[in-house]
């Protein structure tokens, strides 16, 4: 149904001029007539004038819903949030204005709304969208909130973590405090507490020392002076040293205070003199040792020495450390060879090198090496020790030439007449001894005309394989110089002993005595050989 009377259709006596103001407008405007029932209440109002920013706000054209009413033009009014045919309706019975803002489910936007009485029985309206100043606070109200939540969050954190951190500092194995200026304790932790007892507002120098001034080692106070932590060692009125940490501790309120913690060293500076003391002990062993005693690192580096070592190799303890062990030796890759055993096998004993001597010089030793151990049996490095054996090589090369002239007078080469020569052997024919008695027969064969070897055997102590053999390698020598070789004195029990070792004497001349040895080489020479009896 359309409202047709016109001149019901004006919201003051002068429409046109109304018209043509609320055409201009930026603010949506409608001008509408309540519609009553026969109780006076309102049912429903009619659309009398709407401006083109009320077309465009509410996608409603003029020309459809002037002269409709509400429950006409706009059938979903029903649905919406605010009961605008009530509120309409109380504006034109009351003339009071009214303004607010409602949300639209219709229009999908906010907006805010201006309600006034141009007639009795008629309403005005102004509209203005509002959706993005809208999104805007609830964005802000949204950032608030998480803004709220953030603090309250960072609050209760902040408060956990001042818990987290007292129980920390009441645990740690050290005492920690809080100093001002004044020399005051605001805060100590339980060690401190248990230790030096409650500060109950006293200064530090009072309480700790029952002094009236303070003490005149402390160091505490420097960091105020130099805004810098400081390190230095307390003794406390315990009597146990302290190594102490000061740091400066600014406040809220822009005062500075000093955060000291004190760690209990004593012990540690008990063992570091007990420590002192055997590492004096054992230096002084070292340098009492007359062998070269040497430290070296699994690398093979060089990490101590004794006085020995630096006169052996003429070079300072300082050059020597940090350096390769293999350089002071005319052999370099034999020193690393054994320094390389011993971490392989754990140990090496008289392991043969020469030392070299900063100034050329040579000296002969024997090493003996064995790894060392850290506390979790993992190798550490090498303590080796040098012996010189330069004397005894001396000493054992004279032994040598000694032993080799006894042993050429213990098998003396006796020539008997012309081709012939007689070798006397007595006691033991070992090894040694049976090379020089070869070497000696071979050498006269070849600067004499011996035609004639006899060997008599009769001196001889025991026989056995080793010494049968000996004694062959002998006769075969001879033979390839072009000599004979007669065997003499072969008694019984060598005899016996010659047939159960399987001794293979074929092809050797022998004879029961020397005297028939000699004979039988005399005839072999044509000698003939007569007895002179003297009256």
């Known amino acids: 149904m359309v409202y047709t009377d ?39 109002y009619i659309f009398l004038d709407v401006n083109p920013a009320y077309e465009k706000l509410t996608g409603l054209k003029k020309e459809q819903i ?17 009961d ?10 009351t003339k009071e204005p009214v303004s607010f803002e409602s949300y639209s489910k219709l229009m999908q936007k906010w907006l805010s709304i201006a309600l006034f009485c141009p007639k009795h029985g008629y309403v005005a309206a102004l509209f203005d969208d509002i959706t993005e100043r809208k999104k805007a606070e609830e964005e802000l109200k949204r950032i608030n909130t998480e803004l709220e939540e953030r603090v309250y969050k960072r609050t209760q954190e902040y408060s956990s973590e001042r818990i987290r951190l007292y129980n920390v500092l009441e645990t740690i194995p050290a005492y920690v405090v809080l100093l001002d200026k004044e020399h005051r304790v605001p805060f100590a932790n339980k060690v401190f507490r248990e230790r030096f007892g409650e500060s109950m507002g006293r200064r530090c120098y009072e309480f700790l020392f029952k002094r009236n001034s303070p003490c005149e080692n402390c160091e505490t106070f420097k960091v105020l002076e130099t805004n810098a932590p400081h390190r230095w060692e307390w003794t406390g009125p315990d009597g146990r040293n302290y190594d102490i ?11 500075v205070l000093i955060l000291e913690m004190g760690i209990d060293i004593t012990e540690r500076k008990k063992a570091e003199e007990q420590l002192r003391a055997v590492s004096l002990y054992t230096r002084g062993l070292l340098e009492a040792n007359l062998d070269a005693l040497v430290m070296i690192n699994a690398e093979g580096k060089i990490t101590d020495v004794n006085k020995a070592t630096e006169q052996a190799t003429g070079c300072p303890r300082e050059r020597l450390i940090g350096t390769d062990f293999s350089e002071y030796f005319t052999e370099p890759e034999k020193a690393r060879a054994g320094y390389q055993k011993v971490l392989a096998e754990g140990s090496i004993r008289d392991y043969s090198l020469t030392i070299r001597h900063a100034t050329g010089k040579t000296t002969d030793v024997h090493y003996n090496a064995t ?53 006397p052997v007595i006691g033991v024919l070992d090894s040694t001894r049976a090379r020089q008695l070869t070497e000696s027969v071979l050498e006269h064969i070849a600067h004499s005309n011996t035609e004639m070897v006899v060997m008599d055997i009769s001196g001889i102590a025991a026989i056995d394989t080793k010494t049968a053999n000996y004694i062959l390698r002998t006769v075969q020598a001879v033979k390839l110089m072009g000599s004979e070789f007669i065997i003499t004195g072969i008694r019984p029990d060598v005899a016996a002993t010659l047939v159960t ?22 005839a072999k020479l044509g000698f003939k050989l007569t007895r002179s009896i003297q009256e």
């Open 245 to 255: 940490y000061d740091f400066p501790f600014p406040e809220a309120h822009a005062s």
């Open 371 to 423: 790894v060392y151990r850290n506390e979790k049996n993992t190798v550490q490095g090498i303590f080796a020790a040098a012996r010189d054996v330069t004397e005894r090589r001396r000493a054992e090369e004279a032994l040598q030439k000694r032993d080799e002239i006894i042993s050429k007078l213990s098998t003396p080469l006796v020539s008997i007449g012309e081709g012939i020569v007689m070798v």
């Open 84 to 93: 605008w045919i009530a509120l309409f309706g109380k504006v034109a019975a």
């Open 66 to 82: 002037i002269g409709k009413k509400a429950s006409e033009g706009t059938p979903e009014i029903d649905k919406e949030n605010a």
């Open 501 to 522: 070792l399987g001794v293979d004497l074929t092809g050797i001349v022998t004879r029961g005595s020397l005297q028939e040895g000699l004979q039988h080489a005399y």
């Open 6 to 44: 016109k001149k019901e259709l004006v919201c003051s006596e002068n429409n046109d001029v109304t018209s043509n103001i609320t055409a201009t407008m930026v603010h949506a405007f409608a001008c509408y007539k309540i519609v009553l029932n026969a109780e006076e209440k309102p049912i429903d």
